[in-house]
T-cell receptor
Framework: EAGVVQSPRYKIIEKKQPVAFWCNPISGHNTLYWYLQNLGQGPELLIRYENEEAVDDSQLPKDRFSAERLKGVDSTLKIQPAELGDSAVYLC?????????????FGPGTRLTVL | SQQGEEDPQALSIQEGENATMNCSYKTSINNLQWYRQNSGRGLVHLILIRSNEREKHSGRLRVTLDTSKKSSSLLITASRAADTASYFCATNTGGFKTIFGAGTRLFVKA
């Protein structure tokens, strides 16, 4: 069974440029998460989807970040415009449901560098 | 903000020794999970312990939970070089939110 797929794996852009990350969750997983991980820190939740609905986006900086999950499968996270402080690893994860007892499966992440 | 705080921040041991990592948290939880992250495989779920459980085992892993002290420990017995990674505790509170700590970096010397 394929795991969570993310692309690209690495992205280098200049500040003020837009950038987008793509995630394909494990088949059958209704819940999808986007996390941000800074160097030396644990992942921090940006947004959680239950199917197509964003049920927790309280930590998403909505002035520059946006996300969508069309058809309740793949998801895209966008930053426009990017700032130097956005350099981090962006992780996507999925689980069977949003139940707190469910294991989350993580993708390899996209390492973003903003110059 | 991160609820879990791992201790120590970094740990270096010899292969064959046991490694113990601790996690403290601030608010009541439904469960606590431990994850491992290394450069090759990303974040991988290791074990989940519910708030009404006190100890759980999985292979060479032993997790304890003390809700009165709001703390958990992860013990890796007979460590191997392949156990070199960062280990994170993640707490689940009301609202189904998972909050990760900053992690313990474990280095196992061959």
């Amino acid at each position: 069974e394929a795991g969570v797929v993310q692309s690209p794996r690495y992205k280098i852009i200049e500040k003020k440029q837009p950038v987008a990350f793509w995630c394909n969750p494990i088949s059958g997983h209704n819940t999808l998460y986007w996390y941000l991980q800074n160097l030396g820190q644990g992942p921090e939740l940006l947004i959680r989807y239950e199917n197509e609905e964003a049920v927790d986006d309280s930590q998403l900086p909505k002035d520059r970040f946006s996300a969508e999950r069309l058809k309740g499968v793949d998801s895209t996270l966008k930053i426009q415009p990017a700032e130097l402080g956005d350099s981090a690893v962006y992780l996507c994860a999925s689980s069977l449901s949003g139940s707190f007892a469910n294991e989350q499966f993580f993708g390899p992440g996209t390492r973003l560098t903003v110059l | 903000s991160q609820q879990g705080e791992e201790d120590p921040q970094a740990l270096s041991i010899q292969e064959g020794e046991n490694a113990t990592m601790n996690c403290s948290y601030k608010t009541s939880i439904n469960n606590l999970q431990w994850y491992r992250q290394n450069s090759g495989r990303g974040l991988v779920h290791l074990i989940l312990i519910r708030s009404n459980e006190r100890e759980k085992h999985s292979g060479r892993l032993r997790v304890t939970l003390d809700t009165s002290k709001k703390s958990s420990s992860l013990l890796i017995t007979a460590s191997r070089a392949a156990d070199t990674a960062s280990y994170f505790c993640a707490t689940n509170t009301g609202g189904f939110k998972t909050i990760f700590g900053a992690g313990t970096r474990l280095f196992v010397k061959a």
